[in-house]
Structures are given as C-alpha cells and as structure tokens.
C-alpha cells in the first residue's frame, strides 16, 4: 500500500524567472494532474510549502513559486539538475470538459493566474473546443506580470485583457482592477456562460458580485482558495473551514459550494 506521507525525489528540468521573487520551475513528474491541484514541496531540515500546479508537461509539472519564507528561500537555491520533494497530487482540480463548447471567461489576480493556467493554455490551444475563451488577469504593475511569453500566446488565439493596478508614466496598457472590465463582457447567452475566478479572497468576493450582475447563474462560476493545506490529507485541519477541509474538498470549488464558507 502506498504512503501518501512519504515525498519523492524530484529533479529541476528548467526555470524560468519571472520577478525577483517569483520563479517556475519544471519539475519531473509521471502520473495523473489537473490543473489548480497542490504538491507539497519539500526540503529536508527546511520543511514543506503547499504550492499550486502551473503546468502539465509530458513527464514534468510546474511550480510557479513565490519566495516568500523558510521553504521557498531555500527552494530558490536550486537549478536545473537539482532536486528536491514532491507528494501529490491533492484535492480538487478544474475538470477540463466541463467547460468545453462553453463561453468561457478566465479571471485572475496575481499568482491566482498559476492555478488556471493550464486551463488558459489549454483552451488557447483547442480554441475549437469551446464556443469563446477570455482572460481578465490583474497585477499589480508592469514588473509582476508573470507568464509574458504565455501572454504573447495566449493574445494571439482568444480575447485577453491584461490590467496592471497602477503603471509608470507612458504605459499604455489597460489600468485597473479586474472588477472594472467584467461588466464589459458580452455572451451569446449568458445564461449558459461558465467562469473561474481565481486570486485574493477579497478579489474573489468582488469579481463575483460583478460576474453575478450580469445575469450569470451562480452554479456556472468556480473558484479556487488558498489555505495552508499541512498534510494534504484532512488529517491536521490547517486549512479547515467549518466542517470543509480545503485540501479534501477543494481547492476548486462551484461558487454554489463555496459561497458559505467562512472562518
């Protein structure tokens, strides 16, 4: 029987660097992996950080990290050929067909955009699979947008709006939070228009009145939340809301499911 305490090695194939404190680093992996799904990564004497998939290779998955403590810091002193823990990978991801032959519309805020990028990528690249695709993805300046060569992409094969919430002198991009361009969206049938929005809670809470506003359906929005998932197993209730475990249930949710959730 299989321990699903016990990590296994895993080696750097690439990295990519984004900001100063924000890296994806592709890592070895074989088995099955949806995006917005969580590895814990680990470093022995250092401990293990609960971080998102960002990306799902043939043999490798990717792990947008941000270095923001003990784990991370000593993560970032790795390269391509070293290696370090993985175990996973746990709870709820977005189920791609779900969204097939849909009106799909992406929103993300910050690092939110790490979680659902492998449905952006996916779509971006089967945009024949689905009726329309959108991305809203909100930073806060020019310096911390991550995935720019994604973005080139991604521009090129469906309707995105990258906002920054403040820009130096003679930018010319879309200033803003995301919550300013959702009532611009128009839908066929919006009724039938599905949406994930993914980043800070209160971004969350915000974008969705605005999703809702439009007349979209509350069992057609979902959502990701961010917890401190420990064990990954609903064993030590770290991430624990009410008598939802994060890890188990989540971290995707239907917003039906969601919404009442508090701590």
């Excluded at 009724?191 to 809470?205: D, L, N, S, T, Y």
Aim: charged letters at 25%; one cysteine or more.
């Amino acid at each position: 029987m299989k321990n699903e305490y016990i990590p296994q090695l895993s080696t750097i194939r690439k990295v990519v660097k984004h900001t100063d404190i924000e890296y994806t680093f592709t890592m070895d992996y074989e088995g099955d992996v949806k995006p917005g799904q969580f590895f814990e990564v680990s470093i022995p004497k250092y401990g293990e950080a609960p971080i998102s998939v960002s990306g799902i290779g043939e043999g490798t998955v990717d792990f947008t990290i941000r270095r923001v403590g003990k784990v991370t810091n000593e993560i970032f002193e790795n390269y391509v050929g070293d290696s370090f823990f993985i175990r996973g990978p746990y709870g709820n991801g977005f189920d791609i067909d779900i969204y097939k032959n849909k009106e799909l519309t992406v929103i993300a805020g910050g690092t939110g955009l790490s979680p659902v990028r492998g449905v952006v990528d996916y779509f971006a690249r089967h945009m024949d699979e689905v009726k329309s695709a959108s991305l809203i993805a909100g930073f806060k300046s020019p310096d911390d947008v991550l995935f720019k060569d994604d973005f080139t992409f991604w521009k090129e094969k469906m309707n995105v709006i990258q906002t920054v919430d403040g820009a130096p002198e003679g930018y010319e991009g879309p200033v803003g939070m995301v919550t300013k361009y959702v009532p611009d969206l128009k839908f066929d049938n919006v009724e039938e228009a599905v949406f994930i929005c993914v980043g800070p809670p209160v971004m969350i809470k915000f974008t969705v009145m605005e999703i809702l506003k439009l007349g979209v359906p509350e069992e057609n929005i979902w959502v990701s939340y961010e917890r401190k998932m420990c064990c990954g197993l609903g064993k030590c209730g770290h991430c624990r809301m009410g008598s939802t475990y994060i890890c188990l249930d989540g971290p995707v949710f239907n917003y039906v499911d969601s919404k009442e959730l508090m701590d």
